[in-house]
Every structure is written in structure tokens, then in C-alpha cells.
């Protein structure tokens, strides 16, 4: 059997379509990653802020002395005290995190949850107002 030159003419453009179409699932890919590692680096930032606030928190301890042996707890306004401290630093930083709570559930412990809100680089179109991103860590006193 043979082709004949209409038959031939019939698939023409079909190639094109598909480069397009292949490019711009490409270039969807490439934005959706880049949005995504935003907001995998935003997520870490404020993993980091909780985890500096609540080792700072750590030592806002009160030392007593009682019957000769000395114990160290925390208080609620010892810790948040500390934790806004590092909070402002990294606010003067360019960190746009917020303190939401501090405190210490056990007087040994330092619990801190901070609030970010993530806004994506590229694809902001879907998510115009940013999405709030909490992050809460836990550090204990190292002496008792």
C-alpha cells in the first residue's frame, strides 16, 4: 500500500500541539515546585524562631535557695519575657513572626508557639491573603 501526499497532510501540527502543551505543563510543574519550596523554607523559618524563643525561654528560670540546696524553676512571665525578647530580634531582622504563647506547663519546661503567614512567590492568585503558619517548640531548664 502506498501514502499519498493527502493522507500525509492530515497530521501536520499535531507536533506543535503537543511541544505546547508539554511546555506549558513544564512551566506549571517549575511554578507549583517553586511555591512549594517557599513554603518548605517559611515552615523551617518559623520552626527555627519557635526553637530560639523557647531556648531563650528556657532561661528565664527563678533560683531559689532553700535549705541549702538550690533549685531553678520557671515562671510563665519569666519565659514569655524571654521568648518576646527573641521574638523582637528577629521581627528587627526582617522576620515577620509573631509570639502567639509562651509559657511553662511543668516549671521545668518552656513551651513557645509563633505565627508566621506565608504568602506564595508566584501562584499568590490562589492563595491572595497568605496562609498562617504556626510553629510551636519545647526546651527544658538545664539545671533543676
Known amino acids: 500500500m502506498t501514502l499519498q501526499?493527502?493522507?500525509a497532510a492530515d497530521d501536520e501540527g499535531s507536533v506543535l500541539l503537543l511541544t505546547l502543551g508539554y511546555a506549558v505543563l513544564a512551566i506549571v510543574l517549575v511554578?507549583?515546585?517553586v511555591d512549594a519550596t517557599s513554603l518548605y523554607?517559611?515552615?523551617k523559618r518559623a520552626d527555627a524562631a519557635a526553637d530560639a524563643a523557647a531556648l531563650a525561654g528556657a532561661d528565664g528560670f527563678v533560683l531559689t535557695v532553700a535549705g541549702g540546696e538550690a533549685t531553678a524553676?520557671?515562671?510563665?512571665?519569666?519565659?514569655?519575657d524571654q521568648a518576646a525578647q527573641v521574638i523582637d530580634v528577629l521581627g528587627a531582622a526582617g522576620g515577620a513572626v509573631t509570639?502567639?504563647?509562651?509559657g511553662t506547663p511543668d516549671g521545668v519546661s518552656a513551651r513557645v508557639t509563633v505565627q508566621t503567614v506565608w504568602h506564595p512567590p508566584v501562584l499568590s492568585i490562589f492563595v491572595?491573603?497568605?496562609w498562617t503558619i504556626d510553629a510551636t517548640a519545647t526546651s527544658r531548664t538545664a539545671l533543676r
Open 5 to 7: 501526499r493527502g493522507d
Open 31 to 33: 511554578l507549583v515546585c
Open 41 to 43: 523554607l517559611t515552615q
Open 73 to 80: 524553676r520557671l515562671t510563665d512571665a519569666g519565659v514569655a
Open 99 to 102: 509570639l502567639v504563647s509562651a
Open 128 to 130: 491572595p491573603d497568605g
